[in-house]
């Protein structure tokens, strides 16, 4: 049997795994690392987006390898009775140019791809292809097993890029559309600029089931950019169905995902924001917290990656309350008017907001005042059980 050895291996080379490569080359250029990813390129096929406000000035240094499309003019957010423009700038990671970043920062000695992994334990990992790979850590990044032991709703999409014939004028992003017809849940149409010509066109859902109707999802995506006479080539496309977690058993999820020893990060280890599924800026403060502590044993990098999902999970309580009456409280056509609500308060505790980072006034603030949903229905909702979520097909 062909064994090898080095000091990390990371399972997993999305966005959690490719980070925790970059930070240690950037911090621990002595360890040899090692990242297993089994498709043919890092990162999938995804795009990734985030509030300038969500990083400081570490997790911008750790991000400034990739190109990276940047509005500084703020961005926008429309519903039938509110239009606003934000000053926050807005930036954007597609995963070509994650992958392409990722190539040239760490090079073919620590990425492996078409690298499917069998077997993880505590002291290395098992490759498909027969290979043993020794190693004084394992972090597990690959997408969580179940969704079993939470509770909550769905958010479902599907994205396209367009290249156009001709410029199509717009100039900052609008993160959410919701003057669009409300079906099944709360529908917004998500739209970013990426150059003069190109233009990306998500059609998102927070609705009760994780089915994609992939038929429909495109036909709508072709009536709103003919609505704005954007006709074009399709040059790039994604769908996605992630969980929105309004509650359950965490120590359970842990457990049902734990491997002894191994450490876990991205999704598998919980860093995501419980109610709107961004994880950038989880995925930088976790890479950064192993590269800071690089030198730990396994056992230990492991449990101190349990430690901070567990506060983790504590830290976002508030969200996945919201996350309940959303769902529970609001009939799934009127959903858009808690968050049209919600952007009427001020930038800074929006900001605050998606970085997870909301402070008691916040907390105070969003929950004060004329609320969008019946009162009644939102304490029946947060008090009442609720049935697990079942992973999507």
């Known amino acids: 049997m062909d064994r090898s050895t080095c000091d990390i291996a990371i399972v997993g080379g999305g966005l959690a795994g490719g980070l925790i490569a970059l930070a240690l080359r950037q911090r621990r250029p002595d360890q040899d690392v090692r990242l297993f990813e089994a498709g043919e390129t890092l990162g999938g096929n995804h795009r990734w987006s985030w509030f300038a406000s969500d990083l400081d000035q570490q997790a911008q240094h750790l991000l400034a390898p990739f190109h990276t499309t940047q509005w500084t003019a703020g961005y926008e957010v429309r519903f039938p009775t509110r239009h606003r423009v934000l000053p926050t700038p807005y930036h954007s990671l597609d995963s070509a140019d994650f992958a392409a970043g990722l190539q040239r920062e760490l090079g073919q000695n620590t990425i492996h791809t ?49 290249r156009l014939p001709a410029p199509h004028g717009v100039e900052r992003p609008t993160i959410m559309d919701a003057a669009v017809e409300q079906l099944g849940g709360y529908r917004f149409v998500y739209v970013l600029p990426l150059g003069p010509r190109e233009i990306f066109i998500e059609d998102t859902y927070y609705q009760d089931t994780p089915v994609l109707d992939t038929a429909a999802l495109s036909a709508r995506i072709d009536a709103y950019a003919a609505q704005h006479g954007w006709h074009g080539e399709t040059i790039g496309s994604e769908t996605g169905v992630l969980p929105v977690i309004t509650g359950g058993d965490f120590a359970a999820f842990q457990a049902a995902n734990r491997i002894q020893g191994v450490g876990m990060a991205g999704a598998r280890g919980g860093f995501v924001h419980p109610l709107t599924s961004y994880t950038v800026p989880f995925a930088v403060e976790t ?15 492991a449990a101190m ?39 009427g308060l001020s930038a800074g505790l929006i900001e605050r907001f998606y970085a997870a980072r909301s402070t008691l006034t916040d907390r105070a603030r969003i929950l004060c005042g004329r609320p969008p949903v019946s009162i009644v229905r939102a304490v029946r909702a947060i008090a009442s059980p609720k049935p697990p979520l079942k992973d999507a097909a």
Do not use: K, N
């Open 114 to 162: 078409s690298c499917a992994v069998t077997g993880l334990a505590a002291d290395g990992v098992q490759l498909a292809d027969g290979r043993s790979i020794g190693a004084r850590v394992v972090i597990d990044c690959r997408d969580r097993a179940s969704v079993g032991d939470f509770t909550g709703g769905w958010q479902v999409f599907m994205g396209r890029h367009l």
């Open 305 to 343: 990656l349990e430690a901070r999902a567990q506060r983790h999970w504590q830290a976002t309580g508030f969200y996945r309350m919201l996350g309940t009456m959303l769902f529970g409280a609001a009939e799934p056509e009127a959903r858009w008017r808690v968050f049209a609500r919600f952007y």
């Open 287 to 301: 890479a950064l917290a192993i590269a800071g502590a690089a030198d730990l044993p396994g056992e230990q990098m």
